[in-house]
């Protein structure tokens, strides 16, 4: 596609859900990585995902958070039995190289606002 | 691991005034520093970056500086203007991803 898409853009869950978000990168993107931005917050980085290698799960904070890519593309993150600190913007980038290299900086989505009430 | 620091968190200049950002990282492994823009509401974007061999990059307005002997580089933008106002994003490069200092957010008051 023309960008990186993320979907829903937003979404409400009640305390104790589990929460599925979307996220599908630029076409011929081999690297996919998730952030997670609190309110007023950096970019806290997740997991990150290169081709056919062993993602790098060192971001991510609980073992309620598990994400997965298929097929090289689509990813989803998934956050079980949510909790209100869990409450953020979850960004999803896409870089055409491994890793990003001069000139061939992260792509961002739009974002998914995960509110847990 | 990486560690990224980021100051200051928050600044304030007058239209035509210089603003300048200044981020410290940890690890010397690291080679490649973005900077990123992010306008309320919206995703990050590129600005402009640098790797390890160079100590400074100029496009129009804005440059980056790097020492990598003190491990810390920094953004500059010249002659701001109020769509400069946004919250910007030092990074560095650890293996394959980028870890983020905490981000500055830039008013330009006309």
């Known amino acids: 596609g023309a960008g990186v898409s993320q979907s829903p853009s937003n979404k409400v869950t009640e305390k104790g859900k589990d929460v599925e978000l979307r996220c599908d990168p630029i076409?011929?993107?081999?690297?996919l990585y998730w952030y997670r931005q609190s309110l007023g917050q950096g970019l806290e980085f997740l997991i990150y995902f290169q081709g056919n290698s062993a993602p790098d799960k060192s971001g991510l904070p609980s073992d309620r958070f598990s994400a997965e890519r298929t097929g090289g593309s689509v990813s989803t993150l998934t956050i079980q039995r949510t909790q209100q600190e869990d409450s953020a913007v979850y960004l999803c980038?896409?870089?055409?190289?491994?890793?990003?290299?001069?000139?061939?900086?992260?792509?961002f989505g739009s974002g998914t606002r995960l509110t847990v009430v | 691991g990486e560690n990224v620091e980021q100051h200051p968190s928050t600044l304030s200049v007058q239209e035509g005034d210089s603003a300048v950002i200044k981020c410290t990282y940890s690890?010397?492994?690291?080679?490649?520093f973005p900077w990123y823009k992010q306008e309320l509401g919206k995703r990050p974007q590129l600005i402009i970056d640098i790797r390890s061999n160079v100590g400074e990059k100029k496009d129009q307005r804005i440059a980056v500086t790097l020492n990598k002997t003190a491990k810390h580089f920094s953004l500059h933008i010249t002659e701001t203007q109020p769509e400069d106002s946004a919250v910007y994003f030092c990074a560095a490069r650890q293996g394959g991803k980028l870890i983020f200092g905490q981000g500055t957010e830039l008013s330009v008051k006309p």
């Open positions: 690890d010397s492994a690291s080679n490649y």
């Open positions: 980038a896409s870089s055409l190289r491994q890793g990003p290299v001069s000139g061939y900086g992260y792509t």
């Open positions: 076409s011929g993107h081999t690297a």
